[in-house]
Structures are given as C-alpha cells and as structure tokens.
C-alpha cells in the first residue's frame, strides 16, 4: 500500500483503534512521500486514546525524517478527545481551503508493523 502523493489518507474503519493506527503508520512510514501527511477524520466516528497517541508517535517519527502529519475532519467524539487532551499544539489541525484542496482517498490497511523508533 503507498500513500498518495497529494498527501491525504483516510481511515477506513468509523472506530480508529490503536492496531489501526498501527498499520496506518506502517503504510505512511512505508512511503518517503509526501512530505506533508494529512489524515482525514471526517468519516472517523471515535477514536481511541491509544490511536491519537500512535498518532502523535508516528507525527514525531515523520517529523525526525523532514515530514509532518496533520489532521483534518475532526468533529463529534474524536474533537472532544483531541480538545481534552489538549492536542493542539502536539498534533496539529488542518482545516479550511488547504485541506479542501486535497482529494479524498481511502487507504484500506491489512498488515500491521510497528514504528521504527518511538514506541
């Protein structure tokens, strides 16, 4: 699986859980492109303590490699956490025109491999 070069994948699952996050991370660390990662939670109805913190993870590994990783699309139960626990300057958002720009696809994960350096 490649991650696209515009940059935007989306969860395939409505429940992000932490083995999700795991093989999203592995398929994103699997591409050297883009340089710009955004993950698309519009369709992502909760999501897990342990998937934001993959998340976080994997944002730091990619940020190690000259790479960046942003959300886009939160709302309902997954903003609640986010604002609980306080991700906004750890993990950040991208909202609006930028975002927009990008067009939506679906990456479907099958198998999972853990990130390389931070967990």
């Not at 710009?36 to 940020?63: G, K, Y």
């Not at 609980?84 to 099958?110: D, F, H, Y």
């Amino acid at each position: 699986m490649v991650v696209p070069t515009d940059g935007k994948v989306t969860p395939a699952a409505p429940h992000l859980t932490f083995a999700d996050a795991v093989r999203l991370a592995a398929n994103i660390l699997d591409s050297a492109e883009p340089l710009l990662v955004i993950v698309d939670m519009t369709d992502v109805r909760d999501l897990s303590t342990a998937a934001l913190a993959h998340l976080v993870a994997l944002r730091l590994e990619l940020l190690d490699h000259g790479r960046d990783l942003h959300l886009t699309g939160l709302r309902g139960r997954p903003l609640a956490l986010y604002r609980l626990t306080r991700m906004e300057g750890i993990l950040p958002r991208q909202e609006g025109r930028v975002a927009a720009k990008s067009r939506r696809i679906n990456v479907v994960v099958r198998e999972s491999r853990p990130l390389q350096r931070h967990l």
